[in-house]
């Protein structure tokens, strides 16, 4: 027969490791409703996956991701917003955002301890841009804007940093979207640079806290 003391102990260490696994899967678990799991925070980064077109599928497949979109979290009156480069720069309340996303889904990226006092200052040169129109040709002129761009260029006017690794379009795997590129340029332009959202995502000074269906 098990000595009592032996039964005692396997069950305290039973109920450490399941300590240990529920702390480990719960943001994920949570995360899983975004109505009751996603705390946003001003300054959050979200990432999701557009309704399919063309363009859409161009994005996804020329990056390797699901992410063809991307805003940053605001808040006013005790509402939260997604400011985003999407037709005019501009705010979506937040669940309108979300509901927009294949799936509802979504991913969300918090700037380090470093950068959060500060990203007031980045919401702020990002507003300057509200207004401005999208920019399907994806230059860094700023005279219009896309998704990813917005983000950058309002993170380095404030820290002087890239926010992601800028590539351009012939480091992407634009071939198999040469119909769509040649419809809307005209032309292949490889050399352009841009800000892709995936490479946006992997900035080193994000780091992802939530994703749901993605």
């Not at 529920?22 to 996603?38: N, S, T």
């Not at 979200?46 to 063309?54: C, E, I, N, W």
């Not at 219009?144 to 940093?161: Q, T």
């Not at 332009?189 to 806290?209: F, K």
Request: aromatic content about 12%; proline content about 7%.
């Amino acid at each position: 027969m098990p000595d009592k003391r032996d039964m005692n102990a396997a069950w305290r260490y039973r109920r450490i490791l399941g300590y240990v696994v529920f702390a480990a899967l719960a943001p994920l678990a949570a995360c899983r409703d975004p109505r009751q799991g996603y705390q946003p925070t001003v300054g959050d980064v979200l990432f999701q996956s557009l309704p399919h077109s063309p363009l859409v599928d161009a994005i996804e497949g020329a990056t390797g991701s699901p992410f063809s979109h991307c805003g940053i979290i605001v808040r006013h009156d005790r509402r939260w917003f997604v400011l985003e480069a999407i037709g005019p720069v501009k705010e979506t309340p937040l669940n309108a955002w979300i509901g927009r996303g294949r799936l509802r889904g979504f991913a969300a990226f918090r700037f380090k301890p470093k950068y959060r006092a500060r990203v007031g200052e980045v919401i702020q040169e990002a507003e300057k841009y509200r207004g401005r129109r999208y920019d399907i040709h994806y230059r860094f002129d700023n005279d219009e804007i896309y998704c990813s761009e917005l983000i950058f260029v309002a993170f380095k006017k404030v820290f002087g940093e890239d926010l992601g690794t800028v590539r351009k379009l012939g480091d992407l795997n634009w071939g198999p979207y040469a119909g769509v590129i040649f419809q809307i340029e005209g032309s292949y332009p490889t050399s352009r640079e841009m800000i892709t959202p995936v490479d946006l995502s992997r900035a080193p000074q994000l780091s992802e806290i939530c994703r749901v269906n993605l």
